[in-house]
Structures are given as structure tokens and as C-alpha cells.
């Protein structure tokens, strides 16, 4: 083990990793005080070595370790990968190909829903994990030992996941269902957000449409300000001070006073101007460009019992295959599947169909039935 911190280390190590079939990845990074993530630690391993990666070191250029993110040739095992690659997205404009997600693959394989990586651990590599140093300061120098050997934990262990999980996936012949669950992953539109789609972070529940104009607009306002300051949101305006806002509708800087949550010199500074130009642009819309939230009609309670069934088949039908429910379906998806037969939700399509979906239409159509066989719940055919 080494930590790397110069540019000629971090390239033999990343010529050595680049003949390797995989490598094991995780980063430890702080987020509290900015927008964008601040990378301090990469952890790396395959069979032969382990090492983490000094980012804070003076001068260090990533770029050899990019590079070995996008080698084709070696497949980039994550443990809930989506932070990490969002990090590399923000940084360099990468993400890892060939990946593989350890969590995801666990739900592929009936590990349970969005299983920890400490339990994944116990239950695959039999071993505890230290996490007595996980809120450690990571920007801070020097790191000690401790921190480093908890650090690389989450490469080392992780490891024999990959190969279990792979050995897994071998036997149940799932691959297919792994690289669809991890497609968004690889997408590069999923770590970005585009300041017009900023409110949609914001639970809105006021279904007037001018008061959801002046929500998209001062939400796409904050987002800007966030992302050129490198601020988080809630340090430019808290979710709850942004809608008391929008439902004040200023139409002056003096109005601003009277929100409470805004700083004493806001109304006076520039940012209280520029919100107020978001506020008056809102105004101006016209009526029939108003934004117009999806609105999706509650469930019918004449459907609660037809709910409830599907969720005692959906137990089953986990249960049998060893498949995480949420890979599945969700309650709204089980309220959609009530509501209609060819409602537009993933469990009626694909390998979730011929799984779960084909048999959730027969229950609800009255085409299978339950029945209990020594002392197990059974799914049997009903005759025509």
C-alpha cells in the first residue's frame, strides 16, 4: 500500500492497472460548503496492489487516471458509483466504461433494496468494517493511518464483492439486467442540472400556475448562483425562503425585506435585484405559457384491495427470484397497474414483464389466484 502524490507514481501505477481486467474505485471527497464536490482521496485496487491517490497533492495531474477510466479493457467496480462519477463528469467530462455498480448488482441478485456497503461486506467477505472515521475532515493534511486503512477498505473488500456478485451474475444469467439498471449511470445528462430544470428539486404543492412561473424562475436563478459561486443552494436561498417568495410575488427590492430567511443586506444587494428581474420576468409571461405541473389523479380506493395483492405478489415473486422489490415496482406503480392495464411503468416491460408485470395483469384480471401449500403462499392458474 502507498499513497500516491506525484505525477510519475500516478502514471506507472495507472500503466500497471491498465492490464488489469478490473479495478475496484471509491473517492472520499467534502461537500457541506460548496456546489460541486471537492475531490481529496482516490482509492484504487485490483488483484495485485492497493493505493490511494493524494488529489490534494501539489501539481498532481489526474489525467493518467482518467484515461484509465475510460480504458475499454477494464471493467470499474463502484460501490453506489453515482457521487463519485458525478465528480469525474464535473472534473474531466468522464465516466468509467466498462462499469459495475456492486450495489445495484446485489439488488440484481436479491441482496435487498440500496444494501450499504458495511452490510455487503458482512454478509460477502464475512469481515466488520471500521467506519469510526467516516465523518473525517478528507481535505485535511497529513492523513494519517487510520484514515487511510479505512479508506481503503472500500476498495480492498470490495474486491471479492465484484467476483461473488460476478459469479452470481454468471450462475443466474442476469448480466443483461445489470447493464440496463446501470445505463443511467453512464449517461452524462444524468450529473448534469440545467438551471430550468432546478425546480423540479422543490416539493411544490400549490397548483397555481403563476406562482410555479415565479418557482422555475428563481429556482433556475438560485442555480446559476450556486454554480458560479460553487455555493450550495441552500447557502443562496433555502428551498421553504424561495417559496415564501414566489407566493409574495415582490415587485421591489424594498419587499424583499419582509421574507423572512433573506439576510438583513440582501434587498440592497445585487443578488436582490437580480431576483426581482426573475420575479418580474415570471409576471410577464403570458397565461398560456405558464407552466403547467403534471398532475396525475389520486387512486381510486375501489382499487386498495386490488393494491394489496400486488403487493403479496410482488413479496412473492422477489422471493422466488431473488430480486430486490425496487427494482421491481414501487406502490405508485402498483397503483398505476390497478388503475390500468397498460399503464406506463417499467414493471410491465422488458425482464420485469416476464417476471412479475404478466402476472400482475392475470391476479388483477382474475386469470391466477393465491392459495396457501404447506404453509407457503402459491400462485396457481385459474381455468378459463
Not at 398560456?288 to 405478489?313: A, G, M, T, W, Y
Request: hydrophobic letters at 40%; one cysteine or more; charged letters at 30%.
Amino acid at each position: 500500500m502507498s499513497v500516491i502524490t506525484t505525477n510519475e507514481d500516478l502514471k506507472a501505477l495507472c500503466e500497471r492497472l491498465g492490464k488489469s481486467d478490473y479495478v475496484t474505485v471509491d473517492t472520499e471527497f467534502l461537500r457541506d460548503k460548496t456546489y460541486y464536490s471537492k475531490l481529496c482521496l482516490i482509492q484504487i485496487a485490483d488483484d495485485n496492489e492497493f493505493h490511494a491517490i493524494d488529489t490534494l497533492a501539489g501539481g498532481i495531474d489526474l489525467g493518467p487516471f482518467y484515461d484509465l477510466m475510460e480504458n475499454e479493457n477494464v471493467v470499474k467496480v463502484f460501490h453506489a458509483a453515482k457521487q463519485d462519477i458525478e465528480i469525474f463528469v464535473n472534473q474531466a467530462n468522464v465516466v468509467p466504461s466498462p462499469l459495475f455498480d456492486s450495489q445495484i448488482a446485489a439488488m440484481v441478485c436479491g441482496f435487498g433494496d440500496s444494501i450499504g456497503y458495511e452490510k455487503l461486506v458482512m454478509t460477502l467477505c464475512n469481515k466488520p468494517l471500521d467506519k469510526s472515521t467516516r465523518f473525517t475532515d478528507w481535505s485535511r493534511r497529513p492523513l494519517t493511518e487510520r484514515q487511510i486503512d479505512y479508506a481503503l477498505g472500500d476498495v480492498t473488500y470490495l474486491r471479492t464483492i465484484y467476483k461473488k456478485l460476478k459469479e452470481k451474475l454468471d450462475q443466474n444469467g442476469r448480466e443483461s439486467w445489470l447493464k440496463e439498471e446501470i445505463s443511467d449511470l453512464q449517461n452524462k445528462d444524468t450529473y448534469v442540472v440545467k438551471p430550468e430544470d432546478a425546480w423540479k428539486r422543490i416539493k411544490i404543492r400549490n397548483n397555481n400556475r403563476r406562482f410555479n412561473a415565479i418557482v422555475h424562475k428563481v429556482a433556475a436563478w438560485r442555480e446559476v448562483q450556486a454554480q458560479s459561486r460553487n455555493l450550495p443552494r441552500n447557502r443562496i436561498m433555502r428551498d421553504e425562503v424561495l417559496l415564501e417568495l414566489s407566493a409574495v410575488r415582490p415587485q421591489h427590492t424594498n419587499a424583499l425585506t419582509s421574507i423572512r430567511g433573506l439576510g438583513a443586506n440582501f434587498a440592497s444587494s445585487k443578488a436582490g435585484k437580480s431576483v426581482i428581474d426573475a420575479v418580474a420576468e415570471a409576471m410577464a409571461l403570458p397565461d398560456d405559457q405558464l407552466p403547467v405541473l403534471p398532475k396525475r389523479k389520486p387512486p381510486s380506493q375501489n382499487n386498495d384491495p386490488i393494491v394489496e395483492l400486488l403487493k403479496v405478489l410482488l413479496k412473492l415473486v422477489c422471493k422466488r427470484e431473488e430480486v430486490a422489490p425496487k427494482l421491481l415496482a414501487n406502490v405508485e406503480d402498483l397503483e398505476m397497474i390497478a388503475e390500468e392495464d397498460t399503464a406506463n411503468v417499467k414493471a410491465l416491460s422488458g425482464w420485469r414483464y416476464d417476471i412479475f408485470g404478466k402476472d400482475a395483469l392475470a391476479l388483477k384480471n382474475g386469470k391466477v389466484a393465491f392459495a396457501i401449500k404447506n404453509g407457503e403462499i402459491v400462485i396457481f392458474p385459474i381455468a378459463e
